[in-house]
């Protein structure tokens, strides 16, 4: 296995799609939740905790060959707001394809038939890190980053946040991406033995409700 | 890219720029249209529509900046039934969608070809925002650039990757030229000294000729794809 193959994977300009959604920080700009490096912070934190743990955990099982089909269904389970369902599925599509072209799997085309809408993301992340010889551990460091740095560069452009505060404030929360990762691992890990109702099942219901919303919105700058 | 060979060729096809549909027939032609805001991209892409559309089975996907204006438009104008045309959300930059990361935009393709297909031409177009924005070769086969007269007479000698490296430059609103004092000529001699053989075509969408020439091209792109 290569290291480098890690930051390869998670290179915020890996042609995955992820540029074009803010993680919910569009609707929390908005609802005048964030309005500068300390609002984003509390943001991270809060999404880190939440949703990241789940799919840092969700990514973390399918890198150590938990079932994709039952683990996408737990991350159906785990995700209430029809527009993040949708917007997971459409990103997991754009990841898969980026994934397939980059390291060839047969399991991932297996995946890739079962949805040709596409699975959630975190379901394949996972597998994408397995096919390019990474653990559970960088499957979830993956993920639980990309759930911090995207709001982060999404609020850059939002309200012209200073790019030095936005990435200050992602070095803040490193510390907190490790033990989400841990804890993430750890779950992972026992899903592996005993089925994915183990994995977390944390959720923050604002980010769900923002989300419905801001779907309905005709003029926005980001997909979700 | 591929890294490996074990690359399998069932399921959705993973790699954007194959030229042959997963059943082995040539797909659609992909056609980029990009340039500044305001240039007539999209008055370029309606008139072709409705030049194209009693010879050709088409399609459109719209890249907008920030909202869904260009495939509105469109539909409004009703150049095309509403189920070919779709648009792709850019989180502000259309330029990221159509080079740097295109798989939203391959994903639009993909599904209005299995969708509304077999298709002959699908014309994308760039929300447009700089001079510099162009187009992947993994999503498009060919690229136009859009510019205007009277976005200043200096664009072509400015020059930039969309005017220098595009297929085809289309200098448009040539009716304007009299009105913000564009010296067409000059404009001309500048896109020759930038682009040495590859084409400019001056024209007015509000003349009788309109589209005529762009659409001509177009069809010799189509000829040359299809053969
Ligand atoms: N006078 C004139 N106006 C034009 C021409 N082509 C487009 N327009 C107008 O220019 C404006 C911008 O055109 P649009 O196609 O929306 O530009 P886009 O931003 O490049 O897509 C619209 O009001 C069009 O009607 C032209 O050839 N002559
Ligand atoms: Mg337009």
Redesign the interface.
């Known amino acids: 296995m290569s290291r480098a193959a890690l930051l390869v994977l998670a290179d915020g300009r890996f042609p995955a799609g992820g540029h074009a959604h803010s993680g919910g920080a569009e609707a929390a700009v908005k609802a005048g939740l964030i309005t500068g490096a300390e609002g984003l912070e509390a943001f991270c934190r809060g999404r880190l905790h939440t949703t990241g743990l789940v799919s840092a955990a969700l990514a973390a099982a399918a890198a150590l060959g938990v079932d994709p089909l039952s683990l996408d269904a737990a991350a159906d389970a785990r995700t209430p707001s029809v527009a993040l369902r949708v917007a997971s599925r459409k990103l997991g599509r754009q990841l898969m394809r980026a994934a397939r072209a980059t390291w060839p799997s047969e399991e991932l085309d297996a995946l890739a038939r079962e949805f040709p809408k596409g699975a959630h993301q975190p379901v394949v992340l996972g597998l994408a890190a397995r096919a390019a010889g990474l653990g559970a551990g960088d499957a979830a460091y993956c993920s639980a980053y990309e759930c911090v740095s995207g709001p982060a560069s999404a609020v850059v452009r939002l309200l012209s946040l200073d790019p030095f505060d936005a990435t200050g404030v992602l070095a803040r929360v490193a510390g907190e991406v490790d033990l989400v990762v841990d804890a993430a691992v750890e779950s992972a890990v026992e899903a592996a033995r005993g089925g994915v109702d183990v994995l977390p099942a944390a959720s923050a219901p604002l980010l769900e409700v923002g989300a419905e919303g801001h779907a309905a919105w005709s003029v926005r700058l980001f997909a979700s | 890219?591929?890294?490996?060979?074990?690359?399998?060729h069932?399921?959705?096809s993973?790699?954007?720029a194959d030229a042959r549909r997963p059943d082995g027939t040539r797909r659609a032609l992909r056609v980029g249209l990009g340039g500044p805001v305001g240039s007539g991209k999209t008055a370029t892409v309606a008139a072709l529509c409705q030049v194209l559309r009693a010879e050709l089975s088409l399609a459109v996907v719209t890249n907008d900046?920030?909202?869904?204006e260009d495939a509105e438009f469109l539909l409004r104008e009703a150049v095309l039934p509403p189920e070919r045309i779709t648009a792709v959300?850019?989180?502000?930059?259309p330029h990221?969608?159509i080079r740097?990361?295109?798989?939203?935009n391959?994903?639009a393709v993909e599904d209005l070809e299995e969708e509304v297909g077999p298709l002959d031409l699908i014309l994308v177009e760039s929300g447009g925002d700089n001079l510099t924005a162009t187009f992947s070769k993994g999503l498009v086969d060919a690229q136009i650039f859009v510019i205007d007269v009277a976005g200043g007479d200096d664009i072509p000698r400015k020059g930039g990757p969309g005017v220098t490296t595009a297929d085809l430059l289309v200098v448009n609103k040539t009716d304007l030229a009299p009105y913000v004092g564009s010296d067409l000529a000059r404009m001309a001699a500048d896109a020759k000294a930038q682009r040495a053989a590859l084409p400019v075509v001056f024209q007015s969408l509000r003349s009788e000729a309109g589209v005529a020439e762009v659409a001509a091209w177009v069809r010799e792109q189509l000829a040359a794809w299809t053969v």
């Not at chain 2, 890219?1 to 399998?8: D, I, N, Q, V």
């Not at chain 2, 959300?89 to 930059?93: K, L, P, V, W």
């Open positions: 890219m591929h890294l490996g060979h074990s690359h399998s069932d399921g959705p993973a790699v954007s900046i920030y909202t869904r959300e850019t989180g502000a930059c990221t969608a740097d990361d295109i798989s939203a391959l994903e």
